[in-house]
């Protein structure tokens, strides 16, 4: 929890954010009740004070919530250096995977595509995701990846790939010869 927990601080720390404005982010408190939460699920905590810390915590979780509109479940995996730019809307699936130093805006959208369907979204290392987007389904979102602000995708995403749109389409690819060869298979499966 705390090696995880001191590299999202470091990661608001790069992008320029002093130690008032971490301390006073409630984005950043709902990541910091999530590390608690997903300490104390996972067993880190001294058995005997595992009930009380639970109960703890399960108050704690109605508070972020019902307030903060954050729901971060301790079950999901969600990699250290995560930087969620403001407060509201982030609901994740309690089996999402999330890399190491994701970005998320606020209304952002990760979970299963209903219709008794149950996969659930695995997120690569160093992925962002703009305001607004829903990811749903079992997807494989690749390191790198961009996800654009109001889109709904529900397709793999290729490494370093940014996607836009209802559905989501590749609008760039990443440069090199493999993602040239990936241009030409995914334009004539068209």
């Not at 250096?81 to 999402?96: D, K, N, Q």
């Not at 389409?169 to 499966?189: C, M």
């Amino acid at each position: 929890m705390r090696s995880e927990l001191r590299e999202d601080v470091a990661r608001y720390r790069a992008k320029g954010a002093r130690w008032i404005d971490i301390w006073g982010n409630p984005a950043f408190w709902a990541i910091a009740w999530y590390r608690f939460g997903n300490s104390v699920y996972r067993g880190n905590s001294l058995r005997i004070l595992r009930a009380p810390l639970k109960v703890v915590h399960f108050a704690g979780n109605i508070f972020c919530e019902a307030v903060l509109q954050m729901r971060l479940p301790p079950n999901a995996e969600i990699g250290g250096g995560l930087c969620i730019t403001h407060v509201g809307g982030v609901v994740l699936h309690h089996r999402t995977v999330i890399g190491k130093n994701c970005d998320l805006s606020h209304q952002v959208t990760i979970g299963t595509a209903g219709l008794g369907r149950t996969g659930v979204p695995r997120l690569g290392c160093d992925v962002s995701i703009g305001a607004g987007a829903v990811l749903i389904g079992g997807i494989e979102i690749g390191d790198g990846a961009r996800i654009a602000a109001n889109s709904l995708v529900n397709r793999d995403v290729p490494p370093g790939a940014t996607v836009m749109g209802v559905p989501a389409i590749i609008v760039k690819y990443p440069s090199g010869p493999k993602a040239v060869e990936e241009q030409v298979s995914d334009l004539s499966a068209r």
